[in-house]
DNA sequence: TATATTAAGGATATGGAATATCCCTATTTT
DNA sequence: AAAATAGGGATATTCCATATCCTTAATATA
């Protein structure tokens, strides 16, 4: 069980986007060119992020990505669901129907205690998920990444944001 | 990011070996028809047990599995991994390493930030299963399986166990 | 002792999802 | 008018989960 790649390109993009000017837009190009990643299945990324209402985009020549929330008000798995989906991770197939002993017609009413205790554990992620903020990992980012680089990926960025 | 099936599969079987008498096993084609499961397949995710240490085997007639500890000494994650494995559910591919704005022959020392916050919900994750004891989902199944069927499964059981 | 039954595991097939690329369309800036 | 962009459909490829089959060694039972 392992995510999609696409999360975690789509974190590294939202985390550039977080430092972008106000009103200014990233394109798909410029976001896969910075991180080394193939343009049009980035794209597909950046699209589920768009669907889920995260980012606002425009088309055109300096059309491109930025956030349609301040960093503070987006959480990672928001961005990690748009991405991956909603579903849990545990499917309970409900095995427990195929029971010899079970009479004939007898339907069981709520979900198994094994899949409960398999959602919680789902939810016990999502929970920590959801308390980070993307603000959270840009603070972070400033922390960890040299001034010098910092700096020039910066440039580097309002070059190409439209 | 969908667990596999085995995974919920080891969890039913392991709560069946769980009401197992001290010394009898039960064989793979028992578990398997008291779930309905492919019988050559649901080997696979006892064999996964059986190398993880968490289930005895013993061969020939009357031969199969029996838990190797008692249940309130197995935890839902040692289930869970042994059939899915120890590996993070995020894998962190250093993308980061493509940033154009890099210095030549410059080296990230510590994971990024990303993959720290990702690897703390998995871990989130883990520590919920490790807090979960098998005997506490016999005790929750004790309690929302009707008695009638709860005796005739465990007689189903029995009069298969070697 | 012979036979039946079992776990273990190797080999192989199948289906679906993740990954990846290509191309067309509508929109928007220049 | 031209260039650049997001959106999205179509398709190919790779990999893994699922599933089946078969052989081998060990063990209980008749």
């Not at 990690?80 to 017609?105: D, H, L, M, W, Y």
């Not at 920590?128 to 972070?140: I, Q, Y």
Request: proline letters at 6%; charged letters at 25%; glycine letters at 6%.
């Amino acid at each position: 069980m392992i995510l999609k790649s696409q999360v975690e390109w789509a974190l590294h993009c939202c985390a550039i986007l977080a430092g972008l000017p106000a009103g200014r837009y990233l394109s798909t190009k410029a976001l896969a060119e910075f991180h080394g990643l193939p343009k049009e299945y980035l794209s597909k990324a950046l699209q589920s992020l768009s669907q889920a209402g995260l980012v606002d985009t425009t088309l055109g020549p300096s059309g491109g990505y930025r956030l349609a929330r301040p960093p503070a008000e987006l959480t990672f798995l928001e961005i990690v669901e748009a991405v991956e989906g909603k579903s849990r991770t545990f499917v309970c197939t409900n095995i427990r129907e195929n029971n010899p002993c079970r009479p004939q017609g007898y339907c069981e009413t709520s979900p198994c205690a094994v899949s409960r205790i398999m959602w919680e554990a789902d939810e016990a992620w999502r929970a920590k998920l959801r308390s980070v903020r993307l603000s959270d990992l840009t603070e972070a980012l400033a922390q960890e990444i040299p001034a010098e680089l910092w700096k020039n990926s910066f440039e580097w960025v309002l070059e190409r944001a439209g």
